[in-house]
């Protein structure tokens, strides 16, 4: 929830926020594709560093609880494989001379040797922890590419599921629909047309 407190703040100063959100828009006006579409955006907002919170919310929002779980999971694993990527095999010696900086990390990379799958998991669950930026850091270690996507996917599973589950709720808000059953159903333009025309 910290994401979004920071998101509500930031949109007052920055049109970061909403041009997120006119974005988030675009996607889901089109259809089926928007499905395919809506976890690269998700992606390419983790990629930049920009708040992701909103379009997990979304995720939840128009397309239910499981399958906007998925659809926003799908698109933090592509984020985190990239990130990662990027990090380690292009741009590693620019990203240690950044992080170089950062007391926090330069403390976390030690514990990092000694205990890996443990301080991936826990700093994937740590609220304060910017997890769009360890995908990058993690990259300069040593831990290998697939092991820091099993932990870090198992360490954001629960944070995600929140967000759309948030999301879920003012969905319901909405329609007047307190039927939680029918948050794992992806909407379609035609059952939402039925559903106004009665």
């Known amino acids: 929830m910290i994401a979004v407190a920071l998101a509500i703040v930031l949109s007052r100063f920055l049109p970061i926020v909403s041009f997120i959100e006119a974005s988030q828009q675009r996607v889901m006006s089109w259809g089926a594709w928007g499905a395919v579409c809506y976890p690269l955006l998700f992606a390419a907002c983790n990629i930049l560093l920009l708040p992701g919170g909103i379009l997990a919310i979304g995720g939840g929002f128009f397309f239910g609880l499981w399958w906007g779980f998925l659809i926003v999971l799908v698109g933090n694993l592509v984020a985190t494989a990239i ?116």
């Not at 930026?133 to 996917?153: C, D, E, K, Q, V």
């Not at 007047?176 to 948050?183: E, H, I, L, P």
């Open 83 to 198: 990130s990662f990527a990027l990090s380690r095999w292009i741009a590693r010696r620019w990203f240690q001379q950044k992080f170089s900086d950062n007391r926090m990390l330069r403390a976390l990379g030690p514990a990092v040797e000694r205990e890996s799958w443990k301080i991936i998991l826990l700093s994937q669950l740590h609220p304060l922890f910017p997890t769009s930026l360890l995908n990058y850091f993690y990259g300069i270690t040593r831990i290998p590419f697939g092991s820091y996507m099993l932990w870090a996917s198992i360490g954001r599973a629960p944070g995600l599921f929140l967000y759309v589950y948030a999301g879920t709720l003012g969905q319901a808000r909405i329609s007047g629909n307190t039927d939680f059953a029918g948050f794992g159903r992806m909407p379609t333009k035609g059952k939402d047309h039925k559903r106004d025309s009665n």
